[in-house]
């Protein structure tokens, strides 16, 4: 009995000095103090460095608020100087155009900065006028394939633009109402009328030219020449050509090349 009771005191006392274990409820309660300080600690620090951040815009704003604005007023008056230079400049090139053209005076003046790319494009249509001269003298140079290329990319280009023009037209076309369409073809049909009237009077016009002004030279091709396809124009003849070419060209949307209309 004395052992059992001795036992019992020690696990009493083993059971005082350990501490008591929390409810729900209290662990919970721990929690949400725990977590009010951390917000707390947190909201303080972001107001202390939020604090931070203006006092330092403040004292960047008051150290560059004057050299900003003294600043502001120099590039003023450096764009100020410049438009004025640009002002006299712009009436200087005026009167020289003018004294130079007299019958271009009070029409509009554009001036534009020239670049590389102007040069290079220089270089370009010499090359292309170059080769459009050999073409026509039946010389196959690398200028005259370079002219041949560029043409075939126009062609190219139009053939495309043509499909463009036709589908807008078409869209068109598919919004009117009958009355309109009917409106719409014989308007079409009177343009092309005129075109047609006039396509012919300046032909004739052009034939009577040339028979009065520019006969025909008589070209002597051998046949090894006619079999290879050589084509000799003379002077006479390519002066028809172009002749008839620039009648042709004048023609509001008709145009036929002097090379074309030569060798037809």
Not at 158 to 184: C, F, G, H, K, W
């Amino acid at each position: 009995a004395l052992q059992a009771l001795q036992q019992k005191q020690e696990t009493l006392a083993q059971a005082a000095s350990q501490p008591s274990m929390p409810s729900v409820a209290e662990q919970a309660r721990i929690e949400a103090i725990q977590k009010a300080k951390m917000n707390q600690i947190s909201a303080t620090e972001a107001q202390a460095a939020a604090k931070d951040v203006m006092d330092t815009y403040k004292q960047l704003e008051q150290d560059l608020a004057m050299p900003l604005a003294e600043k502001t007023s120099h590039l003023k008056d450096e764009r100020l100087k410049l438009m004025r230079r640009i002002s006299t400049l712009t009436k200087e090139a005026r009167a020289a155009y003018d004294a130079l053209y007299p019958d271009m005076v009070n029409r509009p003046l554009i001036i534009v900065a020239k670049s590389p790319d102007d040069d290079m494009r220089a270089v370009a249509n010499r090359i292309d006028a170059q080769g459009s001269l050999d073409e026509l003298q039946g010389i196959m140079s690398p200028c005259a394939q370079f002219h041949n290329e560029r043409e075939a990319e126009k062609k190219e280009l139009q053939i495309v633009q043509s499909m463009n023009n036709l589908d807008e037209e078409s869209r068109a076309l598919s919004r009117m109402s009958p009355e309109e369409r009917l409106t719409y073809d014989r308007n079409m049909a009177e343009e092309y009328g005129f075109k047609k009237e006039q396509l012919a009077t300046n032909i004739k016009q052009a034939g009577k030219i040339n028979r009065n002004t520019y006969p025909f030279e008589a070209i002597n091709i051998s046949p090894t020449e006619r079999q290879a396809g050589i084509h000799r124009p003379t002077v006479l003849g390519t002066a028809v050509s172009g002749l008839l070419g620039g009648l042709l060209g004048a023609v509001p949307g008709v145009g036929a090349s002097p090379i074309t209309v030569g060798r037809v």
